[in-house]
């Protein structure tokens, strides 16, 4: 089955600086991945989406993340923080018929002046 | 754009009333969800309906079930509501194309049972 990691519950950066949001996935076969964002009392919103075409993905807002198959990871990033990323992001992968989908428990991202 | 729309952003029911979710999108997706969202678990599935009158469980349908009676409406339903169903719950519409599995989802409705 799948089964998505998400390393860090929580992250804090300065407004600025680079951010770094780790995943890592187990799958039997070539999945779909994604970067869910959900702002506070919002729904989700898709960042962007690996679905085995180029392996370095940009996203929106700046974000970008590199699938990594002798890694098994899908890690998120960003050069530059900025206030308004603060937010929870999930990574995602898709299950084998490509239907539903398969959530981490989150990465909480503060963002601090 | 797709929209997918709950018909509430917040709910409070009282322990034993039978609850109905609302979730409508407009983009004709074959593929409609119904997730439960709690902290420090990120989302988990309930059920999800790949077209009109079909339904298959998600990880945790226990409490619950669901209609799709038409193809743009996907109803989550709490038979009994307990206290510990309080949680936001998630809607999410996909298309079943190949190579275009995201999920679109509505902005959630947060269920408190008393």
């Known amino acids: 089955a799948q089964s998505v990691t998400q390393l860090d519950s929580h992250v804090s950066v300065s407004e600025g600086t680079p951010v770094l949001l780790r995943c890592n996935y187990s799958?039997?076969?070539?999945?779909?991945l994604f970067w869910y964002v959900q702002h506070p009392n919002k729904g989700l919103q898709l960042l962007l989406k690996?679905?085995?075409?180029?392996?370095l993905v940009k996203g929106i807002n700046g974000f970008e993340a590199e699938f990594k198959k002798s890694e098994t990871s899908f890690h998120l990033t960003k050069p530059s923080a900025h206030m308004s990323d603060a937010a929870e992001y999930f990574c995602?992968?898709?299950?084998?018929?490509?239907?539903?989908?398969?959530f981490g428990a989150g990465t909480i991202l503060r963002v601090k002046s | 754009d797709v929209k997918v729309t709950q018909s509430s952003r917040y709910l409070v029911k009282r322990t034993g009333e039978k609850v109905f979710l609302e979730c409508v999108q407009d983009?004709?997706?074959?593929?409609m969800f119904w997730y439960r969202q709690d902290p420090g678990l990120g989302l988990r599935l309930i059920y999800f309906?790949?077209?009109?009158?079909?339904?298959e469980k998600g990880d945790i349908p226990e409490g619950y079930s669901v209609s799709r009676e038409k193809k743009e409406r996907f109803s989550l339903i709490l038979e009994s509501a307990s206290t510990n169903q309080t949680s936001m719950y998630l809607c999410?519409?996909?298309?079943?194309?190949?190579?275009?599995?995201?999920?679109?989802f509505g902005q959630g409705t947060r269920l408190t049972v008393v």
């Open positions: 999410a519409s996909s298309l079943s194309e190949m190579g275009k599995p995201e999920a679109f």
């Open positions: 799958s039997s076969y070539s999945p779909s």
């Open positions: 690996y679905t085995s075409a180029a392996t």
């Open positions: 995602v992968v898709s299950d084998l018929g490509g239907n539903k989908l398969v």
């Open positions: 983009m004709d997706h074959e593929n």
């Open positions: 309906s790949y077209d009109v009158k079909m339904k």
